[in-house]
């Protein structure tokens, strides 16, 4: 006999509760109690775990969902479901909870389809907003774009409420300067190249739910004057006086594009603010050898008052934060390399013109800082998304069940990743925002960064029609930068256009369907007898399936992944094909054959629905000559075309060489 009483005298500080551990049950087991107005840390384990409510009420929230939590409430928690329990109460909440491994349980919980949405919660994917002072390249659509958009699609065929919220970031340092070489003010830059973005994103088929310009939006400066004043309002951000560097012949205060020197943190030369290379943060007088772009003089340090946010008294709500998202291990590790500064105070507003000055006229001529301003840009978005839909959604009151996930290039990763939870945290104390992060590297163009300054870019009008726009998108999954950097090469893409896509995947199925309207007047044939070799192929379906599931999943999301495995099923398919029409016409093997070409038809519908994420025209196409509807719902299982459905494979065109372009006239 085993008995165990709750004790409150040995209980011990765990996941942010008090907990004691009970031995001998044979499998893990613990009292716990969760104090008045305390929740525990979110966390995600392989175990499974069961929780019987003993004393107290408070609430579960369960990968966002609220439950209720009162005596005689027992709930199990399947692996990797993310839990927190909330005393809502006036007294101690006590539980008992039993925890033990299944391997099998924790493989399906992991492989589960149904973990690949987030239930009826609203989920927000945001592309981060592009800076007006240019169009869209390649690199630009590679990653962010492209990836918010895959994302969203998928999540809707899975059965999410999901939405793609990107914008115009208008105050950009960088559109005054755009603007001074187009010979255009700063509010004439940003509409240009604001309404050149959208249509390149159109042009590229990203679907954009909720597209702000965030200096024509009539709400947005006083919702973020009023963001900015909850910030104040902590008291953790104040005006402070500190060393900054200002042009020594202008006296113009320098930061961002106007001044680069060495990385204070790596050996690498960076502009202001942010090192592109190490993702670090600097306070620009930090840099080494600094040069300032409005003159040959050396930069000269001045004192300046601006309002500044001590980012290092903050590592327990960063830590915190990222344990309850998808944090990929590159932003835990810049998040530690930050926080090792024994002291680091962020000014959060800067001198300038161009922007939205806070209202209480403490910092007279200076703007809010645009990246911080981002992170209330986004809750903007939600509530502007909300007003046209008819949903209560709130920038002042952001609700604990809204799903955010952020896309962005590692170069952004601090603002994204650190400073707007620390905002949030200030601004809402009660809001623990629910973000994973998706990051992407640098994508080169023949070795070099893509750059708009500089012009070194292969713009995405110059490559993007109706009959290229779904190779360009394979082309750009295939190669995205994901963990390191990659390459766009003109040579690389024309040579997959040519071998794979027209010469492989174009190729298999115009023969299919001329075999199927050969053999069986142009309509899906019924499966007959199955061979070992066909019951092995549908499992190797099956296994592509999950290896499409598995790279578009919000964990393990990577178009890269996602890519590479819809060309396996195609080239699976292939030489299942080749094999099997050795004795195609052989009438003894006449039942075999058919159950062949249905598993064919069947590897040709699968791919229909797989490549929806990625090349959605492409898949609308497939799916029509399959007699089929397009695409909306994720498969969990491989089906058969239903026999008898009209097969119009045979002289379908999905990809194409683009024309060459006319000639000019002489």
């Known amino acids: 006999m085993i008995i165990s009483r709750y004790d409150p005298q040995v209980l011990g500080e765990a996941f942010g509760i008090d907990m004691s551990a009970i031995d001998g049950l044979g499998v893990g087991a613990g009292w716990g109690r969760v104090a008045p107005g305390v929740r525990s840390t979110g966390h995600h384990h392989d175990e499974t775990e069961c929780f019987v409510i003993v004393a107290g009420r408070g609430e579960f929230d ?44 924790a493989l399906a919980s992991a492989a589960d389809i149904r973990r690949a949405s987030f239930g009826d919660r609203p989920v927000f994917v945001f592309s981060t907003p592009p800076t007006p002072n240019g169009d869209l390249h390649l690199g630009h659509l590679c990653g962010p774009y492209l990836g918010a958009d ?27 300067a755009a603007g001074l070489h187009d010979g255009r003010t700063p509010a004439e830059t940003a509409a240009h190249y604001s309404a050149e973005i959208a249509e390149t994103l159109r042009l590229m088929d990203i679907t954009v739910d909720q597209y702000t310009v965030t200096s024509t939006d009539p709400q947005y400066a006083d919702g973020l004057r009023e963001f900015f004043a909850r910030v104040t309002a902590s008291g953790a951000v104040g005006v402070r006086e500190a060393d900054a560097l200002v042009d020594a012949e202008s006296g113009r205060y320098l930061y961002e594009a106007e001044v680069s020197g060495g990385c204070p943190h790596c050996p690498a030369v960076t502009g202001g603010n942010i090192c592109e290379e190490c993702g670090e943060p600097n306070l620009v007088h930090d840099l080494t050898a600094p040069v300032s772009a409005r003159s040959s003089a050396a930069p000269r340090r001045e004192r300046i008052s601006r309002y500044s946010l001590p980012v290092h008294a903050f590592r327990d709500t960063v830590r915190e934060h990222h344990r309850l998202g998808r944090v990929p291990a590159r932003l835990a590790d810049l998040a530690r390399r930050v926080f090792d500064r024994p002291r680091f105070d962020l000014p959060v507003t800067h001198p300038s013109t161009w922007g939205v000055a806070p209202a209480d006229g403490e910092v007279p001529g200076q703007v809010i800082w645009v990246w911080p301003e981002m992170s209330y840009g986004f809750l903007h978005g939600i509530q502007s998304l909300g007003s046209r839909l008819g949903r209560d959604w709130r920038a002042a009151d952001p609700a604990q069940d809204w799903k955010i996930v952020h896309f962005f290039g590692y170069d952004n990763s601090f603002y994204h990743s650190l400073l707007y939870p620390i905002l ?12 994973d992060y998706h990051v992407n590297e640098f994508y080169l163009l023949e070795g070099s960064k893509f750059s708009t300054s500089r012009r070194h870019a292969v713009w995405g009008k110059e490559v993007l029609s109706p009959d290229t726009v779904d190779s360009v998108r394979y082309f750009l999954a295939a190669t995205r930068p994901e963990g390191r950097r990659t390459d766009f090469r003109r040579a690389a893409y024309e040579a997959t256009l040519d071998d794979t896509l027209i010469g492989t995947w174009q190729q298999w199925l115009n023969d299919l369907g001329a075999r199927v309207a050969k053999h069986h007047g142009g309509h899906a044939p019924d499966a007959g007898n199955w061979t070992p070799e066909h019951s092995a192929f549908l499992a190797r379906l099956g296994t592509r399936l999950a290896a499409v599931t598995g790279a578009l999943g919000p964990g393990g999301f990577s178009l890269r992944d996602a890519a590479a ?25 006449a039942d075999e054959t058919r159950t062949a070409v249905a598993l064919e038809l069947a590897a040709a519908r699968l791919l229909a629905h797989g490549a929806a994420p990625v090349m959605p025209r492409f898949a609308a196409r497939l799916a029509r000559c399959l007699d089929l509807p397009d695409p909306s719902v994720w498969p969990d299982t491989v089906e058969l075309v239903r026999p008898g459905c009209r097969i119009t494979l045979a002289s379908a065109v999905f990809f194409r060489q683009p024309a060459p372009p006319a000639a000019d006239p002489a």
């Open 62 to 105: 369960v990968d966002g969902a609220r439950h209720p939590a009162e005596p005689g409430t027992v709930i199990l928690f399947e692996p990797f479901e993310s839990h927190v329990l909330e005393n809502t109460g006036d007294c101690d909440l006590v539980f008992v909870t039993q925890y033990w491994r299944d391997p099998g349980r």
């Open 424 to 435: 949030y945290k200030l601004a809402f104390p009660g809001w623990e925002p629910d973000i």
């Open 150 to 176: 895959a994302y969203v699609r998928f999540q809707r065929m899975t059965g999410g409420e999901a939405y793609h919220l990107t914008g115009s970031d208008d105050y950009q340092s960088y559109v005054p």
């Open 565 to 589: 495995a819809l060309t396996g099923l195609v080239e699976d398919t292939v030489r299942f094909s080749a094999a099997q029409r050795l004795h195609a016409d052989d009438p003894a093997w």
